[in-house]
């Protein structure tokens, strides 16, 4: 065995023997059976990443200095490589730190991730961005950024629309959102109409005997999550040459919204990612 494989494959069998006993440990504690699982499979993804990832010496255990190596290691793989999102981070870096404390070290000194600014996109990138839409995406996508950036809806109200929720009529159409038991109509323009309707006769095409009452679904025919869609947003962002998310795209219609009641102090916190929404 190479020196380097031997090093690493006593790194792991140190470490998996601490997560065995954390694992016993845990189990007396006053959490749920899901709290608990959750953060043993954190920890377990930290380990599998000491063994495929990590470019470090094996006294983690034994160190803080080393331990804060791995875990800076960590969050930039968490990062850069998963694209995780800052609330991820964070709680996956505190669950791992929880575990190194239980070994009896001191607390990490790697700092939790800040939240950039979410801003809203420009009049002049809004008309930008809806002019090469339809034209350079999926109908999928495209219906997508739509409804958060024409309509307005939320990621997580794209991901509860059903085919039923929508409804077209001769002069125009309409989706409709369920909040807290209250309906919300959702009125749409000739343009948005016209992506959806292309999007529902692929959807129809592609799946002519799908029992999915989903509105937008993923290659397999499921239900598309909130993450999912805004994960479509981002990479259709990238294809685009524009840095997009689902929050930012609401943003931006609430931007438009905001200017369009005159309301320039609110306009002005969206465009600037300082909104408190």
């Known amino acids: 065995m190479h020196i380097q494989d031997a090093v690493k494959a006593h790194l792991l069998k140190t470490a998996y023997q601490h997560f065995d006993a954390y694992t016993e440990w845990i189990k007396s504690q006053q959490i749920s059976a899901h709290d608990r699982g959750t953060e043993l499979c954190r920890i377990n993804h930290f380990l ?3 063994g495929t ?19 800076y290691q960590y969050k930039r793989y968490l990062r850069e490589t998963l694209r995780s999102t800052v609330n991820t981070i964070n709680t996956d870096i505190w669950s791992v730190d929880q575990f190194f404390q239980f070994l ?94 292309q999007y529902l006769a692929e959807r129809a095409d592609n799946y002519p005997f799908m029992e999915q009452p989903a509105l937008l679904i993923d290659n397999r025919g499921q239900r598309l999550s909130p993450a999912a869609i805004d994960l479509f947003v981002r990479e259709a962002g990238k294809k685009l040459g524009f840095d997009l998310t689902a929050r930012s795209l609401r943003q931006s219609y609430l931007f438009i919204e905001a200017k369009k009641e005159n309301n320039a102090l609110l306009a002005a916190e969206l465009l600037n990612g300082t909104a408190a929404i």
């Open 48 to 50: 599998v990443f000491l």
């Open 53 to 71: 990832e990590f470019s470090g010496e094996e006294n983690i255990f034994s160190d803080s200095f080393r331990r804060d190596e791995a875990l």
């Open 104 to 197: 009896g070290m001191v607390p990490t000194r790697v700092k939790p991730e800040i939240a950039t600014p979410t801003k809203a996109l420009s009049e002049k990138d809004q008309q930008r961005l809806s002019m090469i839409l339809r034209a350079e995406t999926s109908s999928r996508e495209a219906t997508i950024i739509t409804f958060l950036l024409e309509v307005g809806l939320t990621a997580e109200e794209c991901a509860e629309l059903n085919l039923n929720d929508v409804r077209f009529t001769t002069t125009g159409g309409f989706v409709i959102i369920t909040r807290q038991k209250t309906r919300f109509r959702f009125h749409l323009e000739s343009k948005t109409k016209l992506t959806l309707r």
